[in-house]
């Protein structure tokens, strides 16, 4: 099945906003499992998942055409 | 207060008398008057609010003016509250503004933020944002959240509670604190001027909003605003139960909000007269972490430019010396490096980051 990722500040120069097959990934706990290892530099940011614009507290599945939005913390004034 | 001078919102459809009213009634508090502040501040000030406060502790420098519009080139080295205080009372004379030229600290936070209905957030760090955050959530005063990184702004607003769930805090996005250089901030990474003027107006947007009942204020969202695309994006947030926070005021004094750096670590922070000391020792190499197109240029001689994409390879490749002073722009990333040397060689070399970088010791390295 096919998401489309969206990323925000720091985390957009290394992901940019793309459509992704993720034929064996069910949930959001595998996909971020699976987006450390293919992106490593997200393993050194902290960054929090939304599907579909709601944000993401525990593990949840994901179905085609879902949205997942990958958002660090901005910390400037 | 002067009809005239608010007729224009006062006539709008929607808002009209009352609203101008719970304006004129409302004690609103702006945390930090800088790229976000001035311009929440400026309208804030012309809409009406009867009670403003003003928190920095900072002075005008000549790099705040690209984007910190309350200030002039006269006003350098002035401090920031009073700058702008004057400059808003002329603005408009019929409201009252307070000055607060302090930095917020666990101990004195919670006194200021009591005399207040709502709280602004236009602070430039990750120490000040979790403590308003947690000060807020304790007062159960809303917060309007706004921050910058890049071409990009956040905007949100904390514990209000909206009618389909309670409400939230940052802490429900992020847990804790990111480390230190784990996220550039503008001083590190640079920030177009008008970017947080959008995202400081529209945070003055939602304190209208929310204290006039109109619209729909992002109460337990958060707004991503891409100035590039102007993609904007928001996401709901719900509740998490994964993080401490105080309770009460004895929990909250307890509770840690130092930058790391301030803890006991296996390196140093130093000062440029410690540095030239350094110097003078044997077995010392001094590291410029900072990317090649960097400037100032410092001497190749005597700094070895090592910049932060190549540090792994080189601490990898490793080097003789027995004292490793760390140098960056503003002594952040210097700090990020000497954490990684210090997880290599422990205490096998003594580690030192130069606190407050270049920037901080400029006379210092044009002499040097």
């Not at chain 1, 992901?15 to 959001?28: G, L, M, P, R, V």
């Not at chain 2, 003016?65 to 080139?73: A, C, P, S």
């Not at chain 2, 010396?321 to 096998?348: D, M, N, P, W, Y």
Request: net charge negative; charged share 20%; hydrophobic share 40%.
């Amino acid at each position: 099945m096919e998401i489309e990722i969206i990323s925000f500040g720091k985390i957009a120069e290394f992901i940019s906003n793309q459509k992704i097959d993720i034929a064996e990934i069910a949930d959001t706990d595998s996909l971020k499992a699976h987006l450390e290892i293919r992106f490593p530099e997200l393993k050194d940011i902290k960054y929090k998942f939304a599907l579909n614009n709601q944000l993401i507290q525990a593990n949840s599945a994901i179905n085609h055409n879902d949205t997942l939005a990958i958002m660090p913390p901005f910390s400037g004034g | 207060m002067s009809a005239e001078r608010y007729n224009r919102q006062i006539i709008l459809k929607g808002f009209g008398e009352a609203a101008q009213q719970q304006l004129l009634k409302a004690k609103v508090l702006v945390i930090g008057a800088g790229g976000l502040g001035c311009p929440a501040l400026q309208y804030l000030a012309a809409a009406g609010i009867g009670h403003l406060g003003i928190v920095d502790d900072d002075t005008v420098s000549l790099s705040n003016l690209h984007r910190q519009i309350l200030f002039t080139t006269a006003d350098i080295g002035k401090l920031k509250t009073e700058v702008a205080a004057k400059r808003l009372q002329e603005m408009n004379p019929q409201i009252g503004i307070v000055t607060h030229p302090i930095r917020l600290q666990k101990d004195n936070i919670l006194h200021i933020l009591s005399r207040y209905d709502y709280i602004l957030d236009g602070t430039d760090n990750f120490e000040s944002r979790y403590l308003i955050n947690d000060a807020c959530a304790l007062l159960s005063k809303p917060l309007i959240f706004a921050a910058v990184s890049g071409f990009e702004g956040q905007l949100a607003i904390f514990n209000s509670a909206d009618n389909l769930a309670g409400s939230t805090n940052y802490r429900d996005i992020f847990p804790v604190s990111p480390g230190k250089g784990e996220i550039p901030n503008c001083a590190e990474n640079g920030v177009l001027g008008v970017l947080p003027g959008i995202i400081g107006t529209m945070a003055a947007a939602e304190t209208i909003k929310l204290i006039t009942r109109t619209g729909e204020p992002l109460r337990n969202k958060i707004l991503n605003y891409n100035l590039l695309t102007h993609q904007q994006y928001i996401i709901k947030i719900s509740q998490a139960n994964n993080y401490i926070m105080p309770k009460t005021v004895a929990e909250f004094l307890n509770m840690e909000y130092q930058d790391t750096c301030e803890a006991p670590h296996g390196y140093e922070e130093i000062d440029a007269a410690a540095l030239n000391e350094l110097r003078q020792q044997e077995s010392v190499i001094l590291i410029d972490v900072r990317e090649k197109h960097e400037v100032p240029v410092l001497d190749k001689q005597v700094f070895t430019q090592v910049p932060m994409s190549e540090l792994a390879a080189f601490i990898t490749k490793g080097f003789s010396q027995k004292h490793v002073v760390l140098i960056c722009q503003h002594g952040i990333r210097s700090v990020a490096a000497a954490e990684a040397l210090q997880e290599k060689f422990g205490t096998a070399k003594k580690i030192y980051s130069l606190k407050g970088g270049i920037v901080k010791w400029r006379d210092y390295f044009m002499r040097a």
